[in-house]
Structures are given as structure tokens and as C-alpha cells.
């Protein structure tokens, strides 16, 4: 594996006191030229016509702040780095789909439950925050192939070795040049509902995404309930994902287990 970093261990994630404080997501939480009212225009449980629907499980938000001029240079044309307290997030998220279906389909034989692991930064279009994907690592060949082909995602196939003890998480994948992560955690406590405009809220309450097909920008959105999001201790990481970006991290990561929510997700749309 190509490693980036050595293994880190009892990285207990803290809420910081600005944490606590009311943000105007326009003025101080994210970049100023957010759209205050993006949220207004995101579908919701009663929205039609949803593609996909899912349950994400088993996951963990792993956060590391970023120079955001160096994470700009890595964006297509037309994306704008989305920026909290003057710093850029790249996280590495590894998850569970799990009772992935088409909605209008029947459940797809071998991507009905898989492993899957992102690299994600956030951004904006136009105003409108989003999640950009730097790879998407995934156990069903037919996900990747939809994911690829459908959603226009970068997404990977790769192996995966996982297991989970009670509130323990043993993770492990490896593509097929040899590039991998390595990562085990426990969740812990429920912390409070993350509040509009703190850092919480800011790197996991994204419900749009963006993709690149040549020169063309998509969106695509999800609807799911706010997370629960739990305390979490990171007892062993060994990475070559992020590395394989070519971004540069600052500092130790910020982690946060979440419960399970149901997912649905939209067909992605010229942005």
C-alpha cells in the first residue's frame, strides 16, 4: 500500500467552543458567495421520480482541512471551493449500502449490499454547496459500472475486507494497483443535533453532488433525514486514497461516526 500516513491511534474526536456559536452561512460558516436559500430547493420526502433508493450504514466521516488554493487547482472549470473558517475539507468516508435499489425496479442481483469508500471535497456551483468526489471505491462491479455511466462519478472497483465487533470497525480495501486504506474505529455517544451553520453541519449535511463529463457540470441531489452523528475514536488509519488525490493535509483529522439513514437519490441534472 502506498501510505501517506503512519498509523494514528486514540484520535478522539472534540467539539470545539465554535462549534457552539450561530453562523450566518453567508457571511462567516462557508465561502461569501454561498446561496443562503439553496436549502429552499432541495426535494424532500414527498419529492417524485427519486432513481435510487438505499441505506448508508456503518459509516464514518474522517476530516482534514486543506490549503484551499492548492484544492481549488484540482477542481473542473466552474467549481468553486467551499470554505469553513478559511480552510478547505477533504474527508475519507468509508460506509455500507445496504437494500440498494432502482425505485422503480426490482433489487439488482450483487449491488443490493456492498462496501463502498469515498474521498469527497466540498464545493459550490453557482452558489449551491455540494460534494465533489476525488473517488468513489466500491465492492459491486455493477454499482461502478451505474455509478461511471449513469452518474458520471469517479467511481472504483476494489476489494474489501470488513469487520465490525459491537461499536468496533475493522476496514480494508485495496484496488487493483495496489493503492488502499486501512482503518479501524469505534463509535461512540450521540453528540447534539448538528446546528445550521457549525462545522458539524457544514462537513456532513450536504445533499447535493456535482460530477464532470468533459467539459459539462451535473448535479445531482439526495434526500435523507439530518444525521445522527456519534463520537468516534480512530484507533488505527494507514492510507493511500487521499494520497493518490496529490492533496496535501493540515493537521489531525476531525472523526464522527453516524447511524444509518435511508436514502433516496436523484437522477443528476446539467448544473
Known amino acids: 500500500m502506498n501510505a501517506w500516513s503512519p498509523v494514528i491511534g486514540k484520535q478522539l474526536y472534540q467539539r470545539k467552543p465554535s462549534e457552539h456559536h450561530e453562523y450566518s ?7 461569501p458567495h454561498a446561496d443562503i436559500g439553496w436549502e429552499s430547493r432541495l426535494p424532500d420526502e414527498t419529492t417524485p421520480w427519486a432513481a435510487m433508493k438505499m441505506i448508508w450504514k456503518d459509516l464514518l466521516f474522517i476530516h482534514w482541512r486543506v490549503d484551499p488554493k492548492l484544492l481549488q487547482s484540482t477542481l473542473p472549470d466552474g467549481l468553486e471551493v467551499d470554505t469553513f473558517d478559511g480552510s478547505a475539507w477533504i474527508a475519507l ?3 455500507t449500502m445496504a437494500a440498494t435499489s432502482p425505485t422503480f425496479l426490482p433489487p439488482l ?16 456551483k453557482d452558489g449551491v454547496p455540494g460534494v465533489w468526489f476525488y473517488s468513489l471505491d466500491a465492492a459491486s462491479r455493477i454499482a461502478v459500472f451505474g455509478g461511471r455511466h449513469l452518474w458520471n462519478l469517479n467511481y472504483v472497483n476494489a476489494r474489501f475486507q470488513v ?8 476496514y480494508r480495501l485495496t484496488r487493483g494497483d495496489g493503492t488502499g486504506t486501512r482503518i479501524k474505529w469505534r463509535s461512540g455517544d450521540v453528540m447534539p443535533r448538528s446546528e445550521f451553520g457549525s462545522l458539524r453541519h457544514f462537513l456532513t449535511e450536504r445533499y447535493n453532488l456535482y460530477a464532470a463529463k468533459g467539459r459539462r457540470l451535473w448535479r445531482g441531489a439526495v434526500h435523507h433525514e439530518p444525521w445522527t452523528l456519534r463520537q468516534a475514536e480512530l484507533l488505527e488509519l494507514e492510507d493511500g486514497l487521499i494520497a493518490d488525490t496529490g492533496i496535501k493535509t493540515i493537521g489531525p483529522p476531525i472523526c464522527m461516526a453516524a447511524d444509518p439513514v435511508n436514502v433516496r437519490g436523484w437522477m443528476p441534472k446539467r448544473a
Open 109 to 124: 442481483p450483487f449491488a443490493r449490499n456492498f462496501h463502498e469508500c469515498n474521498v469527497r471535497t466540498y464545493v459550490l
Open 25 to 31: 452561512y453567508h457571511e462567516d460558516m462557508s465561502s
Open 93 to 95: 468516508v468509508p460506509f
Open 163 to 170: 469487520e465490525k465487533h459491537d461499536r468496533t470497525h475493522a
